[in-house]
């Protein structure tokens, strides 16, 4: 197995501070001694609206003289969307992905299951009908250029290792793929193990991060007599120290046969003690990730 630096973790979303460019995090990932880099298919990293020919190259270039390899690109598209004219809009950038990907000589594009989101206004066996379809397109045309399509259970429709399983033999491409996420499974509640035993061969990326919960937060309401809502916060943790079973995932990869990339990823809002974070808290955080995973990875 590879150890890989998702770049979402310094796009400037999560911390106090501005993105740094893919030129600085190929850097970065080397010196640290990740092997790869996740490339973020997204504005401010690597929007295909703003890579052309010529910083394509650049970026290859670099990645070639720092021994950092490009295993997969991670596209933002939303499948599921109600309305087919906006379904058609996330085509067009899924297409742009796997353009950019096949110019990168990037070997897979990761695709949610839908988006972010579950819609309340249609019915989920619709909105699932239509990543489907929506999935069949894009393992299309990425067969037409030797990109494979990584799907990810996620928060849309396709959330679970089950889901994604189901959703890969309905549509039915040789170049789908599924692209596991263990903390995902943990919220999930899920058991590692069966998942990557389950997925097996058709895995061929995975992120991994680590979170504790902390104590719910209340909202107080009246319906007349008092009642609550319990919320439950995840805190971003360093990897080993969370709820996410990360030394069963590396071994249960290890027992099928995976050598594919795992990504690191800082991929969600946290604190330090109520405080917005800096860039030195993620690089504490990218730091620690890499020596854990090359530890347990032995």
């Known amino acids: 197995m590879k150890i890989c630096l998702h770049t979402i973790s310094y796009a400037g979303l999560f911390y106090d501070g501005p993105p740094l460019p893919l030129e600085d995090q190929i850097v970065k990932a080397s010196s640290l001694g990740y092997e790869g880099i ?6 401010p990293l690597a929007s295909p609206l703003d890579l052309d020919r010529e910083k394509i190259n650049r970026l290859k270039e670099i990645a070639s003289s720092y021994n950092i390899e490009f295993p997969i690109l991670a596209a933002y598209a939303d499948l599921a969307k109600p309305y087919s004219l906006d379904r058609e809009k996330e085509l067009l950038y899924g297409k742009e992905c796997i353009e950019l990907a096949y110019q990168l000589e990037i070997p897979y594009v990761r695709f949610y299951g839908g988006g972010e989101r579950v819609y309340e206004e249609v019915p989920f066996w619709k909105q699932w009908e239509y990543v489907r379809e ?3 397109w ?3 045309f990425a067969s037409k250029v030797g990109v494979g399509i990584a799907l990810e259970p996620h ?3 396709v959330q679970t290792h089950e889901d994604a399983l189901d959703m890969v033999e309905q549509v039915g491409a040789d170049n789908l793929a599924i ?3 263990p903390p995902l499974l943990a919220i999930h509640k899920e058991d590692v193990v069966k998942a990557v035993e389950a ?3 058709l895995m061929v990326h995975a992120h991994i991060m680590d979170f504790i919960r902390k104590p719910v937060l209340v909202e107080y309401r009246s319906l007349p007599g008092l009642t609550v809502l319990e919320l439950t ?3 971003t943790v360093p990897l080993g120290e969370g709820e996410v079973r990360v030394k069963e995932f590396i071994k249960a990869c290890k027992k099928i046969g995976y050598r594919g990339h795992v990504s690191y990823e800082v991929c969600v809002p946290f604190h330090i003690r109520h405080k917005k974070p800096t860039i030195e ?9 890499v020596k854990y995973l090359r530890k347990i990875m032995g």
């Open 138 to 140: 894009l393992a299309n």
């Open 281 to 289: 808290d993620v690089d504490r955080l990218v730091k620690h990730a």
């Open 199 to 201: 997925v097996g061969d």
């Open 38 to 43: 996740e490339i973020v298919a997204k504005r």
């Open 134 to 136: 929506c999935l069949k």
């Open 179 to 181: 692209c596991l996420d």
């Open 155 to 157: 928060t849309s429709v």
């Open 233 to 235: 916060p995840l805190q």
